[in-house]
């Protein structure tokens, strides 16, 4: 039975990780240390035999008892909240995290994959950004500290696998949604689905003339899996490129929930980019994959999550609070 770890595993997209890969017979090593993820999304796992959880910051050395055929390193705060307010936890597991990945990785000659996203490529002067970009980022800016430990951590991955033959996959993501979001992230589809559930107006930053392109979390796992699986070791885009304005998308949000709220605006956060759409077409060719799931059923899927949530649960996603786990 192939063995394999994945960092970040009680967060949204690690959790979906660690159910793919428990049900493709793996052995799943989950690790996190609960920053921004919550037990809840991989309760379910503990009855399995196949999954074991180790509670453990990545940043601090990382000890694996025998053997290690696959790295899925997922840990880190992955919206502009969360990094905003844990910037040196958002830097140190992008940078110390990946590094001492990239050694248990060498010593267990396993192979690794790291979770890159659309940031690298900051607010881009390119548009629809194909990997060959090399980015426009602020790096003292406010989302620097995500932006640049994500291109620090491309860059050493690519360090070890020239310098030591290191087996390497970096994924480029870019944003998805889906069951097991956070409701208080911040980010802005459950930003979005919380205000509807709980009946205030949405708020739009800026104009809402930025645009995004939404992936759904199944096509997104689907994705990372194929990636893993393939030979390629440079960076590979990995989202859905249907863009969308995010004032478009707030009045698709209403007319989904069914809702009666008005849309009310909000200063739009500094370099928030102004527009970003993946171009996949290497995706495609490399991993014969693209996205299957259209934006008005990922986003019924994902309203009829939260709206089936217990109330405790709900409440419980809209109030994490991380102040237990920072440390002055
Ligand atoms: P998330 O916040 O839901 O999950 C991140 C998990 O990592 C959490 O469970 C958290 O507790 C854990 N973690 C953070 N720091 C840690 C540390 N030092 N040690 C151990 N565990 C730690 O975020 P997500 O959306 O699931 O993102 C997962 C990964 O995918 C991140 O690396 C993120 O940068 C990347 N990514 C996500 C998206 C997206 O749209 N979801 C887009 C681009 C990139
Ligand atoms: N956004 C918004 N209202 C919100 C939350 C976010 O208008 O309540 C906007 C945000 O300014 C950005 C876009 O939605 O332009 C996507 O934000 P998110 O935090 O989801 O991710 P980003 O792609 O910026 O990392």
């Given at each position: ?9 009680a ?55 025998g ?32 590094h ?30 194909s ?15 995500y ?5 620090f ?13 290191l ?64 030979d ?21 949000i ?8 008005k849309?009310?605006?909000?200063d739009?956060?500094i ?13 495609k ?24 949530l ?19």
């Amino acid at each position: 039975m192939k063995k394999i770890l994945i960092t970040g595993a009680a967060g949204f997209l690690g959790s979906h990780l660690c159910d793919r890969f428990v049900s493709e017979g793996f052995h799943v090593i989950g690790m996190d240390n609960f920053i921004t993820g919550d037990e809840t999304n991989i309760i379910h796992l503990y009855n399995s035999s196949n999954f074991e959880l180790i509670d453990h910051d990545v940043t601090e050395f990382i000890k694996i008892e025998g053997e290690l055929d696959y790295i899925l390193h997922f840990a880190s705060p992955a919206s502009p909240i969360d990094y905003l307010k844990i910037p040196i936890q958002t830097l140190k597991v992008g940078s110390l995290g990946t590094h001492n990945l990239l050694g248990l990785a060498k010593a267990k000659k396993a192979r690794i994959l790291i979770a890159s996203t659309s940031e690298v490529y900051g607010d881009p002067l390119v548009h629809p950004q194909s990997e060959e970009y090399y980015g426009n980022v602020s790096t003292i800016g406010p989302r620097g500290v995500y932006d640049e430990a994500k291109r620090f951590q491309e860059s050493i991955t690519m360090a070890y696998h020239r310098f030591h033959g290191l087996d390497t996959r970096i994924a480029r993501i870019f944003n998805t949604y889906g069951s097991r979001m956070r409701l208080n992230d911040g980010r802005v589809i459950p930003a979005f689905m919380g205000q509807a559930l709980r009946g205030e107006d949405l708020t739009v930053f800026g104009t809402g003339e930025q645009t995004r392109s939404f992936c759904y979390v199944d096509d997104q796992i689907e994705g990372i899996y194929r990636l893993l699986f393939s030979d390629y070791h440079y960076p590979v885009n990995i989202g859905n490129p249907n863009e969308i304005s995010i004032l478009d998308f707030a009045k698709e949000i209403i007319k989904l929930t069914q809702t009666s709220q008005k849309i009310i605006f909000k200063d739009l956060p500094i370099d928030d980019p102004l527009q970003r759409q993946p171009d996949i077409s290497l995706a495609k060719n490399l991993l014969d994959w693209e996205p299957k799931t259209g934006r008005a059923e990922g986003m019924q899927k994902t309203f009829n999550y939260f709206k089936n949530l217990s109330k405790e649960e709900l409440y419980k996603r809209d109030h994490k609070d991380f102040a237990s786990h920072i440390k002055k």
